[in-house]
């Protein structure tokens, strides 16, 4: 009996312990000790910026700078966390994800917004755009931040306008000197009605693709060619599967850089200010840096492939000009000629 009772007391006291030890109180604090470097991680801001291109092109670049630049001013308080080459989202699903907060900030090109503002589509209109200083008092002047303005009704808080550069046309069937050349081609376009229309007056199909699929569908010929900038031309090597690139210097790629509105308007007046300082730098910093990216891309290219390069010469670029007036006619009507008027008499 004696036996029985001390084996009965040394299972009760084995069990008490491995019940105390395993789901007794406090075992998490316990196991997690207190640690001041991470109380301040935690309250760390993080901004996930997704976007869709390389980081040696303006806007990959931009975004890092952009990154420095805010830890620095911010003493590592806000971290800007950038995800490049669609990793998280393909072009085309960006900005739904902004506006659903999954995340923070993305920078598409203009042209993506411009089913969402249709008065967006005059920057896609073929030689809107004088010159690089024509876009820069366009974008970073009063109309610019109008535009930005009108994002605030999708949630959307406008900060800036990045500039890339001016776009080239590339094909794989021949040389695109004039207008009659793009006759019957099949051709890749971002999603905006202003570009669908640009080529349907050149009698050329149009394909809105997401951009990371462009250089596997020129490279098996569903799509004839094109038009990007160089940078994204080089990045993304479509000058590797193009026969034909004119320098044409037709439309702009710009981007528009956005924040979550909701997330924007969460962040202490500070920060903000901070924030804003970051972009205003990086945007003027990125002016140069675009230019200076293309051209230095455009001689790599030169020097390292065999794709045949026409620039437009004054005439040509004349006629392509006045090929293209009945589009202004027609959005002048569709969207008012106000913005256009607008962005012309910025062009001297
Ligand atoms: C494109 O789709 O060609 C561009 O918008 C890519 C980019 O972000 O530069």
New binding site residues.
Partial sequence: MKTFISTFILIFIFFMFVFFIGFGPNNDSKSIPFDHEQEGLNKQIVINFS???AENTP?GQAAERFAKLVAEKTNGKVKVEVFPNGVLYA?GEEVNALIRGEIQMIA??YS?MTELLPEWLILDLPYIFKDDEHVKAVLNGEIGDSLLGELKKHNIKGIAFWS?GFKQMTSNRGPLRAPADFLGQRFRI?PSKALEDQFRELGVKTNAMP?NQVYRNLEGGYLDGGE?TIS?IYSKRFYKVQKYMTISNHGY?G?SVMMNQEFWDSLPKDIQKKISEAMDETTDWLYTESQKINDQQLNLIKTTSDIQIHVLSDKERENWIDFFQPLYEEYGEKYGKRWINEIQKLSN
């Fill in positions: 976007h869709v291109v806007k072009e598409p090109a993506n890339n971002m951009f990007n994204n790629l981007y």
